[in-house]
């Protein structure tokens, strides 16, 4: 995998974020309570939900498969079950992988565990959003360098369709772990494809919830990051880039994928929960 580009951040804006709305609890919103049972979901058991979009994975049986409906598998399978919930009973889990090679420098990776929202993304969401989901690593890789994802928004309605605006972290060899914003072209023949953002001090340790929140401004070329309810400078990007047109974020998303995708191979699995996901117009909070 080629380098990222330069870890410098852009002058950040010093304004501070949103305000978190006071009912950032969770309400239902879809309108579907009454049905009774869709692709492994007790629908009527949705928890409520006052954000545009929001999964609690609440409404599945343990040991389902995510809504077709809803969700587009990106990868290899995943499974909703009971063993490590964020808040409720059931959470997203992503079994332990150990990734795959590469197989057309970085355009093949096959070390994804994704679910893609695309027909039930909001569209009054595809310009500019906020996001915020939960994530826990159970077993993480270590000794080597390695590059993972958690969240992204993607310009076209699978992985590698146009830029994709990543949040995820570096695993340095040695341990030493952190965030980190990335984006990538996919459009390998234009030199740099990638670019990215590192917060040294944003770490990240095995066998804890954090709860991770960002803002997406597609015609503003703009993303902001929060770890547990507090900001990181140094993730916010404003662009575009001086020369670099590459880097221009889309229009609009077409699409928001969670889970985990890892960019080298490791000789020991991962293992990752998500949870909680809510996406919005206005800053929700990790209340």
Known sequence: ?????????????????????DDGGMAMQDGNAS???????????????????????EEYQSGAAPDPARWTLDGSPVVIDSINPHGGKLALHVPPHNGALCTDGVAKCLAARFIRLTGAFPVSLHKQFY????????????????????????????????????????????????????MDTHMHGILPFEYGLSDTQATIKPKTWY?????????????????????????????????????????????????????????KPFEVFVDDIALDAQRIGCD
């Open 1 to 21: 995998m080629l380098p990222d580009g330069s870890d410098q951040p852009p002058t950040p804006d010093a304004s501070p974020g949103p305000a978190v709305p």
């Open 35 to 57: 049905q009774a049972d869709v692709g492994g979901r007790d629908v009527a058991a949705v928890g409520g939900c006052t954000s545009q979009f929001c999964e609690t994975f």
């Open 131 to 182: 996001g915020r989901v939960f994530f826990y690593i159970e077993q993480q890789a270590g000794g080597a360098f390695y590059h993972w994802t958690v969240m992204e928004a993607g310009a076209g309605t699978s992985y590698s369709s146009g830029l994709a605006v990543r949040m995820g972290g570096h695993i340095e060899a040695g341990g030493a772990e952190y965030m980190r914003f990335h």
């Open 211 to 267: 709860c991770l929140e960002w803002y997406y401004d597609a015609p503003g070329n703009e993303a902001r990051f929060w770890l547990d309810g507090t900001e990181r400078p140094s993730l916010h990007y404003k662009g575009p880039l001086a020369g670099q047109p590459q880097f221009t974020f889309p229009p609009e998303f077409q699409s928001v994928a969670f889970g985990w995708r890892v960019y080298q191979t490791s000789t």
